[in-house]
């Protein structure tokens, strides 16, 4: 068990984040402390995939400020993320493990070990020497959380990364995530799956039109919503 | 040379003459290659990556420069060159040398265009993962222009294909020199208006087939880059 992550909570200060008139968050405040993973759900279009760029510092707010634990600066060095559509690096399945090692400054000579464990991790052990770019899209999302984990995250964004997945592997999926929430480190997960939410979230962010308009506890969000769009989406109705 | 010799004798007995021409074309072209590539990869690179006023303007003109015609290009390093020009006193004019600063100006900008083209393709789409595993300015080249070898790689063939093929540039700034600045397209040149057609012949033979062997290389290297990185 490791002990609190040091760079949490972390917090966004009505951020908004604008592309020409529009808002695509919209004076966004959300604190995101340690603890079991936050979930971040919403219909399309609704900002999560903005809210997770943001926090990792790959867009600057239009207006606001996010923070981690306290600190406006920038983003801390152990957090990691795998995108909605990864980008596969032209080299081996282990040469892109490899290469985030090489990035997180990770001596060379735990390299090889790190590299066997990973792949294992995510159910690739066979397909290491196979170029990247030729896997299938739900073994490029594993190699993309085996490459993500690395880093030895503190803070772990995950933009749906079961939503190519077949059921065995979206099952070893969040078996993962929940095997790293329970090492300590802070999962930040974006679906629009319910069953997978209730699953995995210890609490739930929902995401409407770049504004949270419910943030709460898993159990008691679950048990009974607050807000009236949390309740349509919820319903499993179209939310406009 | 007896006036009966043909162009296969020529190319089968490895004619001294001939091989003379085409040994100092494959040296002033390479050359130029290699210094176009210490220009215009680190150039294209640059403005791949980087954000200026006037980028757009540049890379037009960068795209346009890919069609410089060679007599123009020829007649511009002569004026640099000449006796009475900012580079004279280098005493480079009809020499091999003069011949590589003309085609290096003429392939650079072919270089430095498909490597602009290739490291900004790349870059857009490994922008995000790069920035998100806080990969350093050089570290990002570096692993650019490593993804983008092959691609790389065949963009040199295509500035050399085009340094070996053109004859406007050399013929004037390198004089066609007997044995000191004659290559193969300049010889083409000289002998066919003499009427020595075994060796104008044998000289187009050879050049079409480095041309042809330039561009199985260019396919060859596609492939490998194809198998490898998917
Ligand atoms: N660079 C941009 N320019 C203009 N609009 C953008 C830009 N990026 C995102 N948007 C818009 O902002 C909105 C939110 O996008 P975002 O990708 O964050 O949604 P999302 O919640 O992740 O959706 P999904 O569930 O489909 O992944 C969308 O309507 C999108 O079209
Ligand atoms: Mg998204």
Not at chain 1, 117 to 145: C, I, M
Not at chain 2, 20 to 40: E, N, Y
């Amino acid at each position: 068990m490791r002990a609190q992550p040091a760079d949490l909570p972390i917090q966004f200060e009505s951020v908004t984040v604008s592309a020409g008139a529009v808002n695509i968050l919209d004076g966004l405040s959300l604190v995101i402390g340690a603890g079991a993973p936050t979930m971040v759900i919403g219909p399309n279009g609704a900002g999560k995939t903005t809210l997770l760029r943001v926090a990792m510092g790959l867009i600057a707010p239009s207006r606001g400020v996010v923070t981690w634990d306290g600190v406006a600066a920038v983003p801390p060095a152990r957090r990691a993320i795998v995108f909605q559509r990864p980008a596969m690096l032209r080299r081996s399945a282990a040469d892109n493990i490899r290469y985030a090692l090489n990035a997180a400054g990770i001596p060379r000579g735990r390299h090889d070990a790190r590299i066997g464990e990973l792949l294992a991790l995510v159910g690739l052990d066979a397909f290491g020497t196979r170029p990247a770019r030729r896997l299938s899209g739900g073994e490029q999302q594993r190699l993309a959380l085996a490459r993500a984990l690395a880093r030895d995250p503190s803070v772990l964004f995950l933009d749906e990364p079961t939503a190519s997945l077949d059921p065995a592997a979206t099952k070893a999926v969040e078996d993962i995530v929940r095997a790293v929430a329970a090492r300590g480190i802070k999962v930040v997960m974006a679906t629009h799956d319910l069953g997978e939410a209730r699953r995995l979230a210890g609490d739930v962010v929902v995401l409407h039109r770049g504004r949270v308009v419910e943030n709460s506890p898993a159990d008691e969000f679950f048990r009974s919503p607050r807000t009236a769009e949390a309740r349509t989406f919820l319903a499993g109705d179209l939310l406009l | 040379m007896p006036p009966e010799t043909s162009a296969l004798q020529m190319i089968l007995t490895a004619d001294p003459t001939l091989w003379a021409i085409v040994r100092l074309s494959l040296i002033v072209s390479l050359s130029a290659v290699v210094l176009a590539a210490l220009i215009g990869i680190p150039l294209g690179a640059f403005v791949a990556l980087t954000r200026f006023r006037g980028r757009e303007g540049f890379i037009v003109l960068l795209n346009a420069l890919m069609g410089l015609p060679p007599v123009v290009v020829g007649l511009a390093v002569y004026l640099l060159l000449s006796r009475a020009g900012p580079l004279g006193p280098l005493g480079l004019l009809f020499t091999p040398a003069a011949m590589v600063v003309a085609q290096t100006v003429l392939v650079t900008p072919i270089i430095a265009a498909l490597s602009r083209q290739t490291i900004e393709d790349l870059w857009t789409e490994y922008r995000d993962e790069l920035t998100a595993m806080d990969v350093g300015p050089f570290a990002r080249v570096a692993t650019l222009i490593w993804d983008g070898r092959f691609s790389l790689v065949v963009a040199l063939l295509a500035g050399f294909g085009r340094a070996a093929a053109e004859v406007g540039a050399i013929i004037i700034v390198g004089g066609n020199i007997d044995g000191f600045t004659r290559t193969m397209t300049t010889a083409i040149a000289l002998e066919t208006s003499k009427g020595d057609l075994p060796l104008a012949i044998g000289l187009g033979v050879v050049l079409i087939g480095i041309v042809i062997i330039i561009n199985a290389l260019a396919w060859m290297l596609r492939r490998a880059g194809e198998r490898m990185a998917g």
